[in-house]
Nanobody
């Protein structure tokens, strides 16, 4: 079973930056694609970004392109999401997810088998 633990969330002002981290541990395949999703109050979970194994391919949803950067450190087994120029509408719980057994990216939550507990990001104007 692969465990994922997010960190780095918090409260920031609009225009600021935050970097989320997601540490992977436990038993499971060594090679897996990963992604970030988010859920705002009253809304469903939505795709934010994904990265393949070992990291050559990345995908982003349109509303974060040019502001967010997904990356991974395969030695540390840690996924990152650098979020710059944060906006009010980025306020949400952010979830790290992994696709054990698959090295390719996906924008679909159902394709991810392992999930973190989520971390709150709040952007105030």
């Amino acid at each position: 079973q692969l465990q994922l633990v997010e960190s780095g969330g918090g409260l920031v002002q609009a225009g600021a930056s935050l970097r989320l981290s997601c540490a992977a541990s436990g038993r499971g395949t060594e090679h897996f694609a990963m992604g970030w999703f988010r859920q705002a109050p009253g809304k469903g979970r939505e795709f934010v970004a994904a990265i393949s194994w070992p990291g050559a391919k990345t995908e982003y949803t349109n509303f974060v392109k040019g502001r967010f950067t997904i990356s991974r450190d395969n030695v540390l087994k840690t996924l990152y999401l650098q979020m710059d120029n944060l906006k009010d509408e980025d306020t949400a719980i952010y979830y790290c997810a992994a696709r054990p057994g698959s090295t390719t990216t996906s924008r679909t939550a159902a394709d991810f088998d392992s999930w973190g507990q989520g971390i709150q990001v709040t952007v105030s104007s």
